[in-house]
């Protein structure tokens, strides 16, 4: 049986659009534009200006809905400036793009291009959308086969946005690595596509490391840096190349689980970001299995940078975690993780996690 494998393509810098003309004229010339109303706000008149003098028209700028959910990606796909266009442009982060990725790949499929503008996810350059219901509580990941026919990574608008996406998406580009190397831990059999995956997510979570501060502090100034563009293409290419190769089985498991379990609290929807809550996770998930040396090395960038390490930094009490952990345990990642979890363990870790706060 045929193994299809997709690689995302990417142009990424301060002037990434203006390859928009040569890249996507090949595909059509009626572009329709989904996304977010802040993305579309910052992106659409540097793409406008880009493609002036093309061939390219643009039928409409759509917004997504509000949410990655499955009932509005049908919406979309039904309008008629979806109809009419020969391909989809989606801008924002990862639920605007989700939301047009569902509707390109599994409701009516036209050429798909991503404008992420901002670097809090992979879902540009992934094979998976993560939708919720309309209610904002988690649904399911959903593998859409391949990627976006090419990303473009304008880095002046990603540090002109506000350094929070940066830092949600250092937190959420945390997790691929553990995630991934924890899915494969009992050895068992995997393919040679998704053993590249697993050694590749090492670069997940070392230039994090590396240049995450500074790159946060580069996004503070609205600086289009190096470090900058480290961090852009770590958490959008890297990330989404590493989801890519290893499939939905591997990709992600306990922290991501426990993040959804957490989309059952009011806070975490009106306050947090999600990788904000999966940078949390990450802790609980090494906690959990015993990756003690792991929390030592990420414990002083998370604290350079002020991501959550303690439940109070997410607003989540002890009283509270009853239905999280419950809902965790339910999704399909928490499957994936090659032991079973159970309740206690779940609990265990992030008790564990409170006393190392107290000391460290």
Same mark, same amino acid.
């Given at each position: 049986?045929?193994?299809?494998?997709? +690689?995302?393509?990417?142009?990424?810098?301060?002037?990434?659009?203006?390859?928009?003309?040569?890249?996507?004229?090949?595909?059509?010339?009626?572009?329709?534009?989904?996304?977010?109303?802040?993305?579309?706000?910052?992106?659409?008149?540097?793409?406008?200006?880009?493609?002036?003098?093309?061939?390219?028209?643009?039928?409409?700028?759509?917004?997504?809905?509000?949410?990655?959910?499955?009932?509005?990606?049908?919406?979309?796909? #039904?309008?008629?400036?979806?109809? %009419?266009?020969?391909?989809?442009? #989606?801008?924002?982060?990862?639920?605007?793009?989700?939301?047009?990725?569902?509707?390109?790949?599994?409701?009516?499929?036209?050429?798909?291009?991503?404008?992420?503008?901002?670097?809090?996810?992979?879902?540009?350059?992934?094979?998976?959308? /993560?939708?919720?219901?309309?209610?904002? $509580?988690?649904?399911?990941?959903?593998?859409?086969?391949?990627?976006?026919? *090419?990303?473009?990574?304008?880095?002046?608008?990603?540090?002109?946005?506000?350094?929070?996406?940066?830092?949600?998406?250092?937190?959420?580009?945390?997790?691929?690595?553990? $995630?991934?190397?924890?899915?494969?831990?009992?050895?068992?059999?995997?393919?040679?596509?998704?053993?590249?995956?697993? *050694?590749?997510?090492?670069?997940?979570?070392?230039?994090?490391?590396?240049?995450?501060?500074?790159?946060? $502090?580069?996004?503070?100034?609205?600086?289009?840096?190096?470090?900058?563009?480290? /961090?852009?293409?770590?958490? /959008? +290419?890297?990330?989404? /190349?590493?989801?890519?190769?290893?499939?939905?089985?591997?990709?992600?498991?306990?922290?991501? #689980?426990?993040?959804?379990?957490?989309?059952?609290?009011?806070?975490?929807?009106?306050?947090?970001?999600?990788?904000?809550?999966?940078?949390?996770?990450?802790?609980?998930?090494?906690?959990?299995?015993?990756?003690?040396?792991?929390?030592?090395?990420?414990?002083?960038?998370?604290? #350079?940078?002020?991501?959550?390490?303690?439940?109070? %930094? +997410?607003?989540?009490?002890?009283?509270?975690?009853?239905?999280?952990?419950?809902?965790?345990?339910?999704?399909? %990642?928490?499957?994936?993780?090659?032991?079973?979890?159970?309740?206690?363990?779940?609990?265990?870790?992030?008790?564990?996690?409170?006393?190392?706060?107290?000391?460290?």
């Amino acid at each position: 049986m045929a193994t299809n494998q997709y +690689i995302v393509n990417y142009t990424v810098g301060p002037d990434a659009y203006n390859e928009v003309p040569r890249i996507c004229g090949a595909y059509g010339k009626k572009a329709v534009i989904i996304g977010g109303k802040k993305a579309m706000a910052a992106g659409v008149p540097v793409l406008k200006e880009a493609i002036k003098d093309s061939d390219i028209t643009i039928t409409d700028c759509l917004w997504y809905g509000g949410e990655a959910a499955i009932e509005y990606a049908e919406e979309l796909a #039904a309008t008629q400036a979806y109809k %009419d266009a020969d391909m989809v442009f #989606a801008f924002g982060g990862g639920k605007a793009i989700d939301t047009a990725k569902y509707a390109t790949r599994l409701v009516d499929h036209k050429p798909f291009f991503t404008f992420p503008t901002i670097a809090a996810t992979c879902a540009a350059a992934s094979a998976e959308a /993560i939708m919720y219901y309309t209610n904002h $509580e988690a649904r399911d990941t959903y593998a859409v086969h391949e990627t976006a026919t *090419h990303v473009f990574i304008n880095t002046q608008i990603i540090a002109d946005a506000p350094e929070i996406y940066l830092w949600a998406g250092i937190g959420d580009t945390m997790a691929k690595h553990f $995630e991934t190397s924890l899915a494969v831990k009992d050895g068992h059999k995997i393919t040679m596509g998704q053993a590249l995956g697993v *050694h590749l997510g090492e670069m997940c979570y070392k230039p994090l490391v590396q240049y995450g501060a500074k790159a946060m $502090e580069d996004c503070k100034n609205n600086i289009a840096s190096e470090e900058l563009e480290r /961090i852009a293409i770590t958490n /959008i +290419i890297t990330t989404g /190349i590493v989801s890519c190769h290893v499939g939905v089985t591997i990709n992600s498991n306990a922290a991501h #689980a426990i993040c959804y379990g957490t989309t059952l609290l009011p806070q975490i929807e009106e306050r947090h970001l999600h990788g904000e809550v999966v940078s949390y996770c990450t802790l609980v998930l090494l906690f959990m299995d015993g990756q003690l040396d792991k929390v030592d090395e990420l414990f002083p960038l998370y604290k #350079a940078i002020s991501l959550p390490t303690k439940l109070a %930094d +997410i607003e989540i009490k002890e009283d509270e975690l009853k239905p999280v952990i419950e809902k965790s345990l339910d999704t399909a %990642d928490m499957g994936f993780v090659p032991y079973e979890v159970t309740y206690d363990m779940v609990y265990k870790a992030i008790m564990d996690l409170e006393k190392y706060n107290e000391t460290h």
